[in-house]
């Protein structure tokens, strides 16, 4: 996911999209233009759509960073890091018998019995 800012509105979702080195306003999936900074675009849009009522500064927006800044990539390089440090919160798979030690099954001579029919 690329970085953007978010604004839902009951005029539909306004979003300010990050593209390369330039900005994208969108309403819903439809791009309006294309601009240098992200306060263009947003200005762009409140021409564009006064009724829907945008705030006039981003920081009144929803920001979305990149991948690399959320949060299941701070639980990635946490859990990376406590495992390099010897803690496994994974438990180690053990297998065990279900016979109990010493008792045989019905009338199956254990490995290495002679077998009652010779």
């Given at each position: 996911m690329v970085p953007q800012y978010v604004f839902?509105?009951?005029r539909g979702l306004f979003r300010i999209v990050r593209?390369?080195?330039?900005?994208?306003?969108?309403?819903?999936?439809?791009?309006?233009?294309?601009?240098?900074?992200?306060?263009?675009?947003?200005?762009?849009?409140?021409?564009a759509w006064p009724r829907a009522r945008l705030p006039q500064a981003l920081g009144e927006w929803r920001y979305l960073p990149?991948?690399?800044d959320r949060a299941h990539a701070r639980l990635a390089r946490a859990t990376h890091v406590s495992r390099?440090?010897?803690?496994?919160?994974?438990?180690?798979?053990?297998?065990?018998?279900?016979?109990?030690?010493?008792?045989?099954?019905?009338?199956v001579p254990e490995h290495g019995d002679r077998s009652p029919w010779l």
């Open positions: 839902p509105s009951s593209h390369g080195h330039r900005w994208r306003s969108l309403v819903e999936a439809n791009e309006v233009a294309r601009h240098d900074s992200a306060q263009q675009a947003l200005d762009a849009l409140r021409q990149e991948p690399g390099m440090a010897g803690f496994d919160p994974s438990p180690a798979h053990v297998r065990r018998s279900r016979r109990s030690q010493g008792r045989t099954g019905r009338g």
